[in-house]
């Protein structure tokens, strides 16, 4: 479990099922995803395959939570990809958009990651025309690369000396 301010990061548990199942059916939040939407039955087992997969490791899939009200609020994950660099993933309900949450949450797993890797990079994918995620990674200090992601949306990378120039501003 990791701690903000104003948050929680957890892994997911089973009873996690329901809010995950609202959050992958929502089609606004889901938007310029490339899955579509997802049965309660696939969203719990997506949570036992995070859990067997990850375990306790830090690099996870998180729940994202209020402290104040244990209120689930969206998810994020910081997982391998090979070659001490992560990816970033996240999303969360609409109705916690533009309160900060999400920032809050990828600048701790952020600076968790660059304080336990060796010269790791962070990546992150987003569909090109999802503008707000754009700008969300261009304001935590990644840098787009001239290629395509995986899914062929725009990427993006962030290095350790980046992120801290962003955050000595």
């Known amino acids: 479990m990791i701690e903000t ?3 929680v990061l957890r892994k997911f548990i089973i009873l996690d099922k329901l809010f995950l199942f609202k959050l992958n059916n929502d089609k606004e939040v889901n938007k310029f995803r490339t899955s579509d939407s997802r049965p309660i039955n696939k969203c719990e087992d997506d949570i036992i395959k995070w859990n067997k997969k990850y375990k306790d490791d830090f690099l996870n899939v998180y729940l994202i939570e209020s402290k104040a009200d244990d209120r689930p ?3 994020m994950f910081l997982v391998d990809i ?3 660099n992560v990816e970033l993933g996240y ?3 609409k109705e916690e958009w ?3 949450y999400c920032k809050e949450s990828a600048k701790k797993l952020i600076e968790v990651f660059f304080a336990q890797s060796n010269n790791g990079k962070v990546y992150a994918e987003t569909h090109s025309e999802n503008i707000n995620s754009v700008n969300f990674l261009l304001n935590l200090g990644f840098q787009e690369e001239n290629k395509s992601g995986e899914n062929g949306g725009r990427l993006f990378i962030l290095n350790e000396a980046d992120y801290n120039q962003i955050c000595s501003i």
């Open 82 to 84: 090979g070659n001490n």
């Open 73 to 75: 609020l969206g998810m």
């Open 91 to 93: 999303r969360l309900l």
């Open 5 to 7: 301010d104003r948050l």
């Open 98 to 100: 533009k309160k900060g």
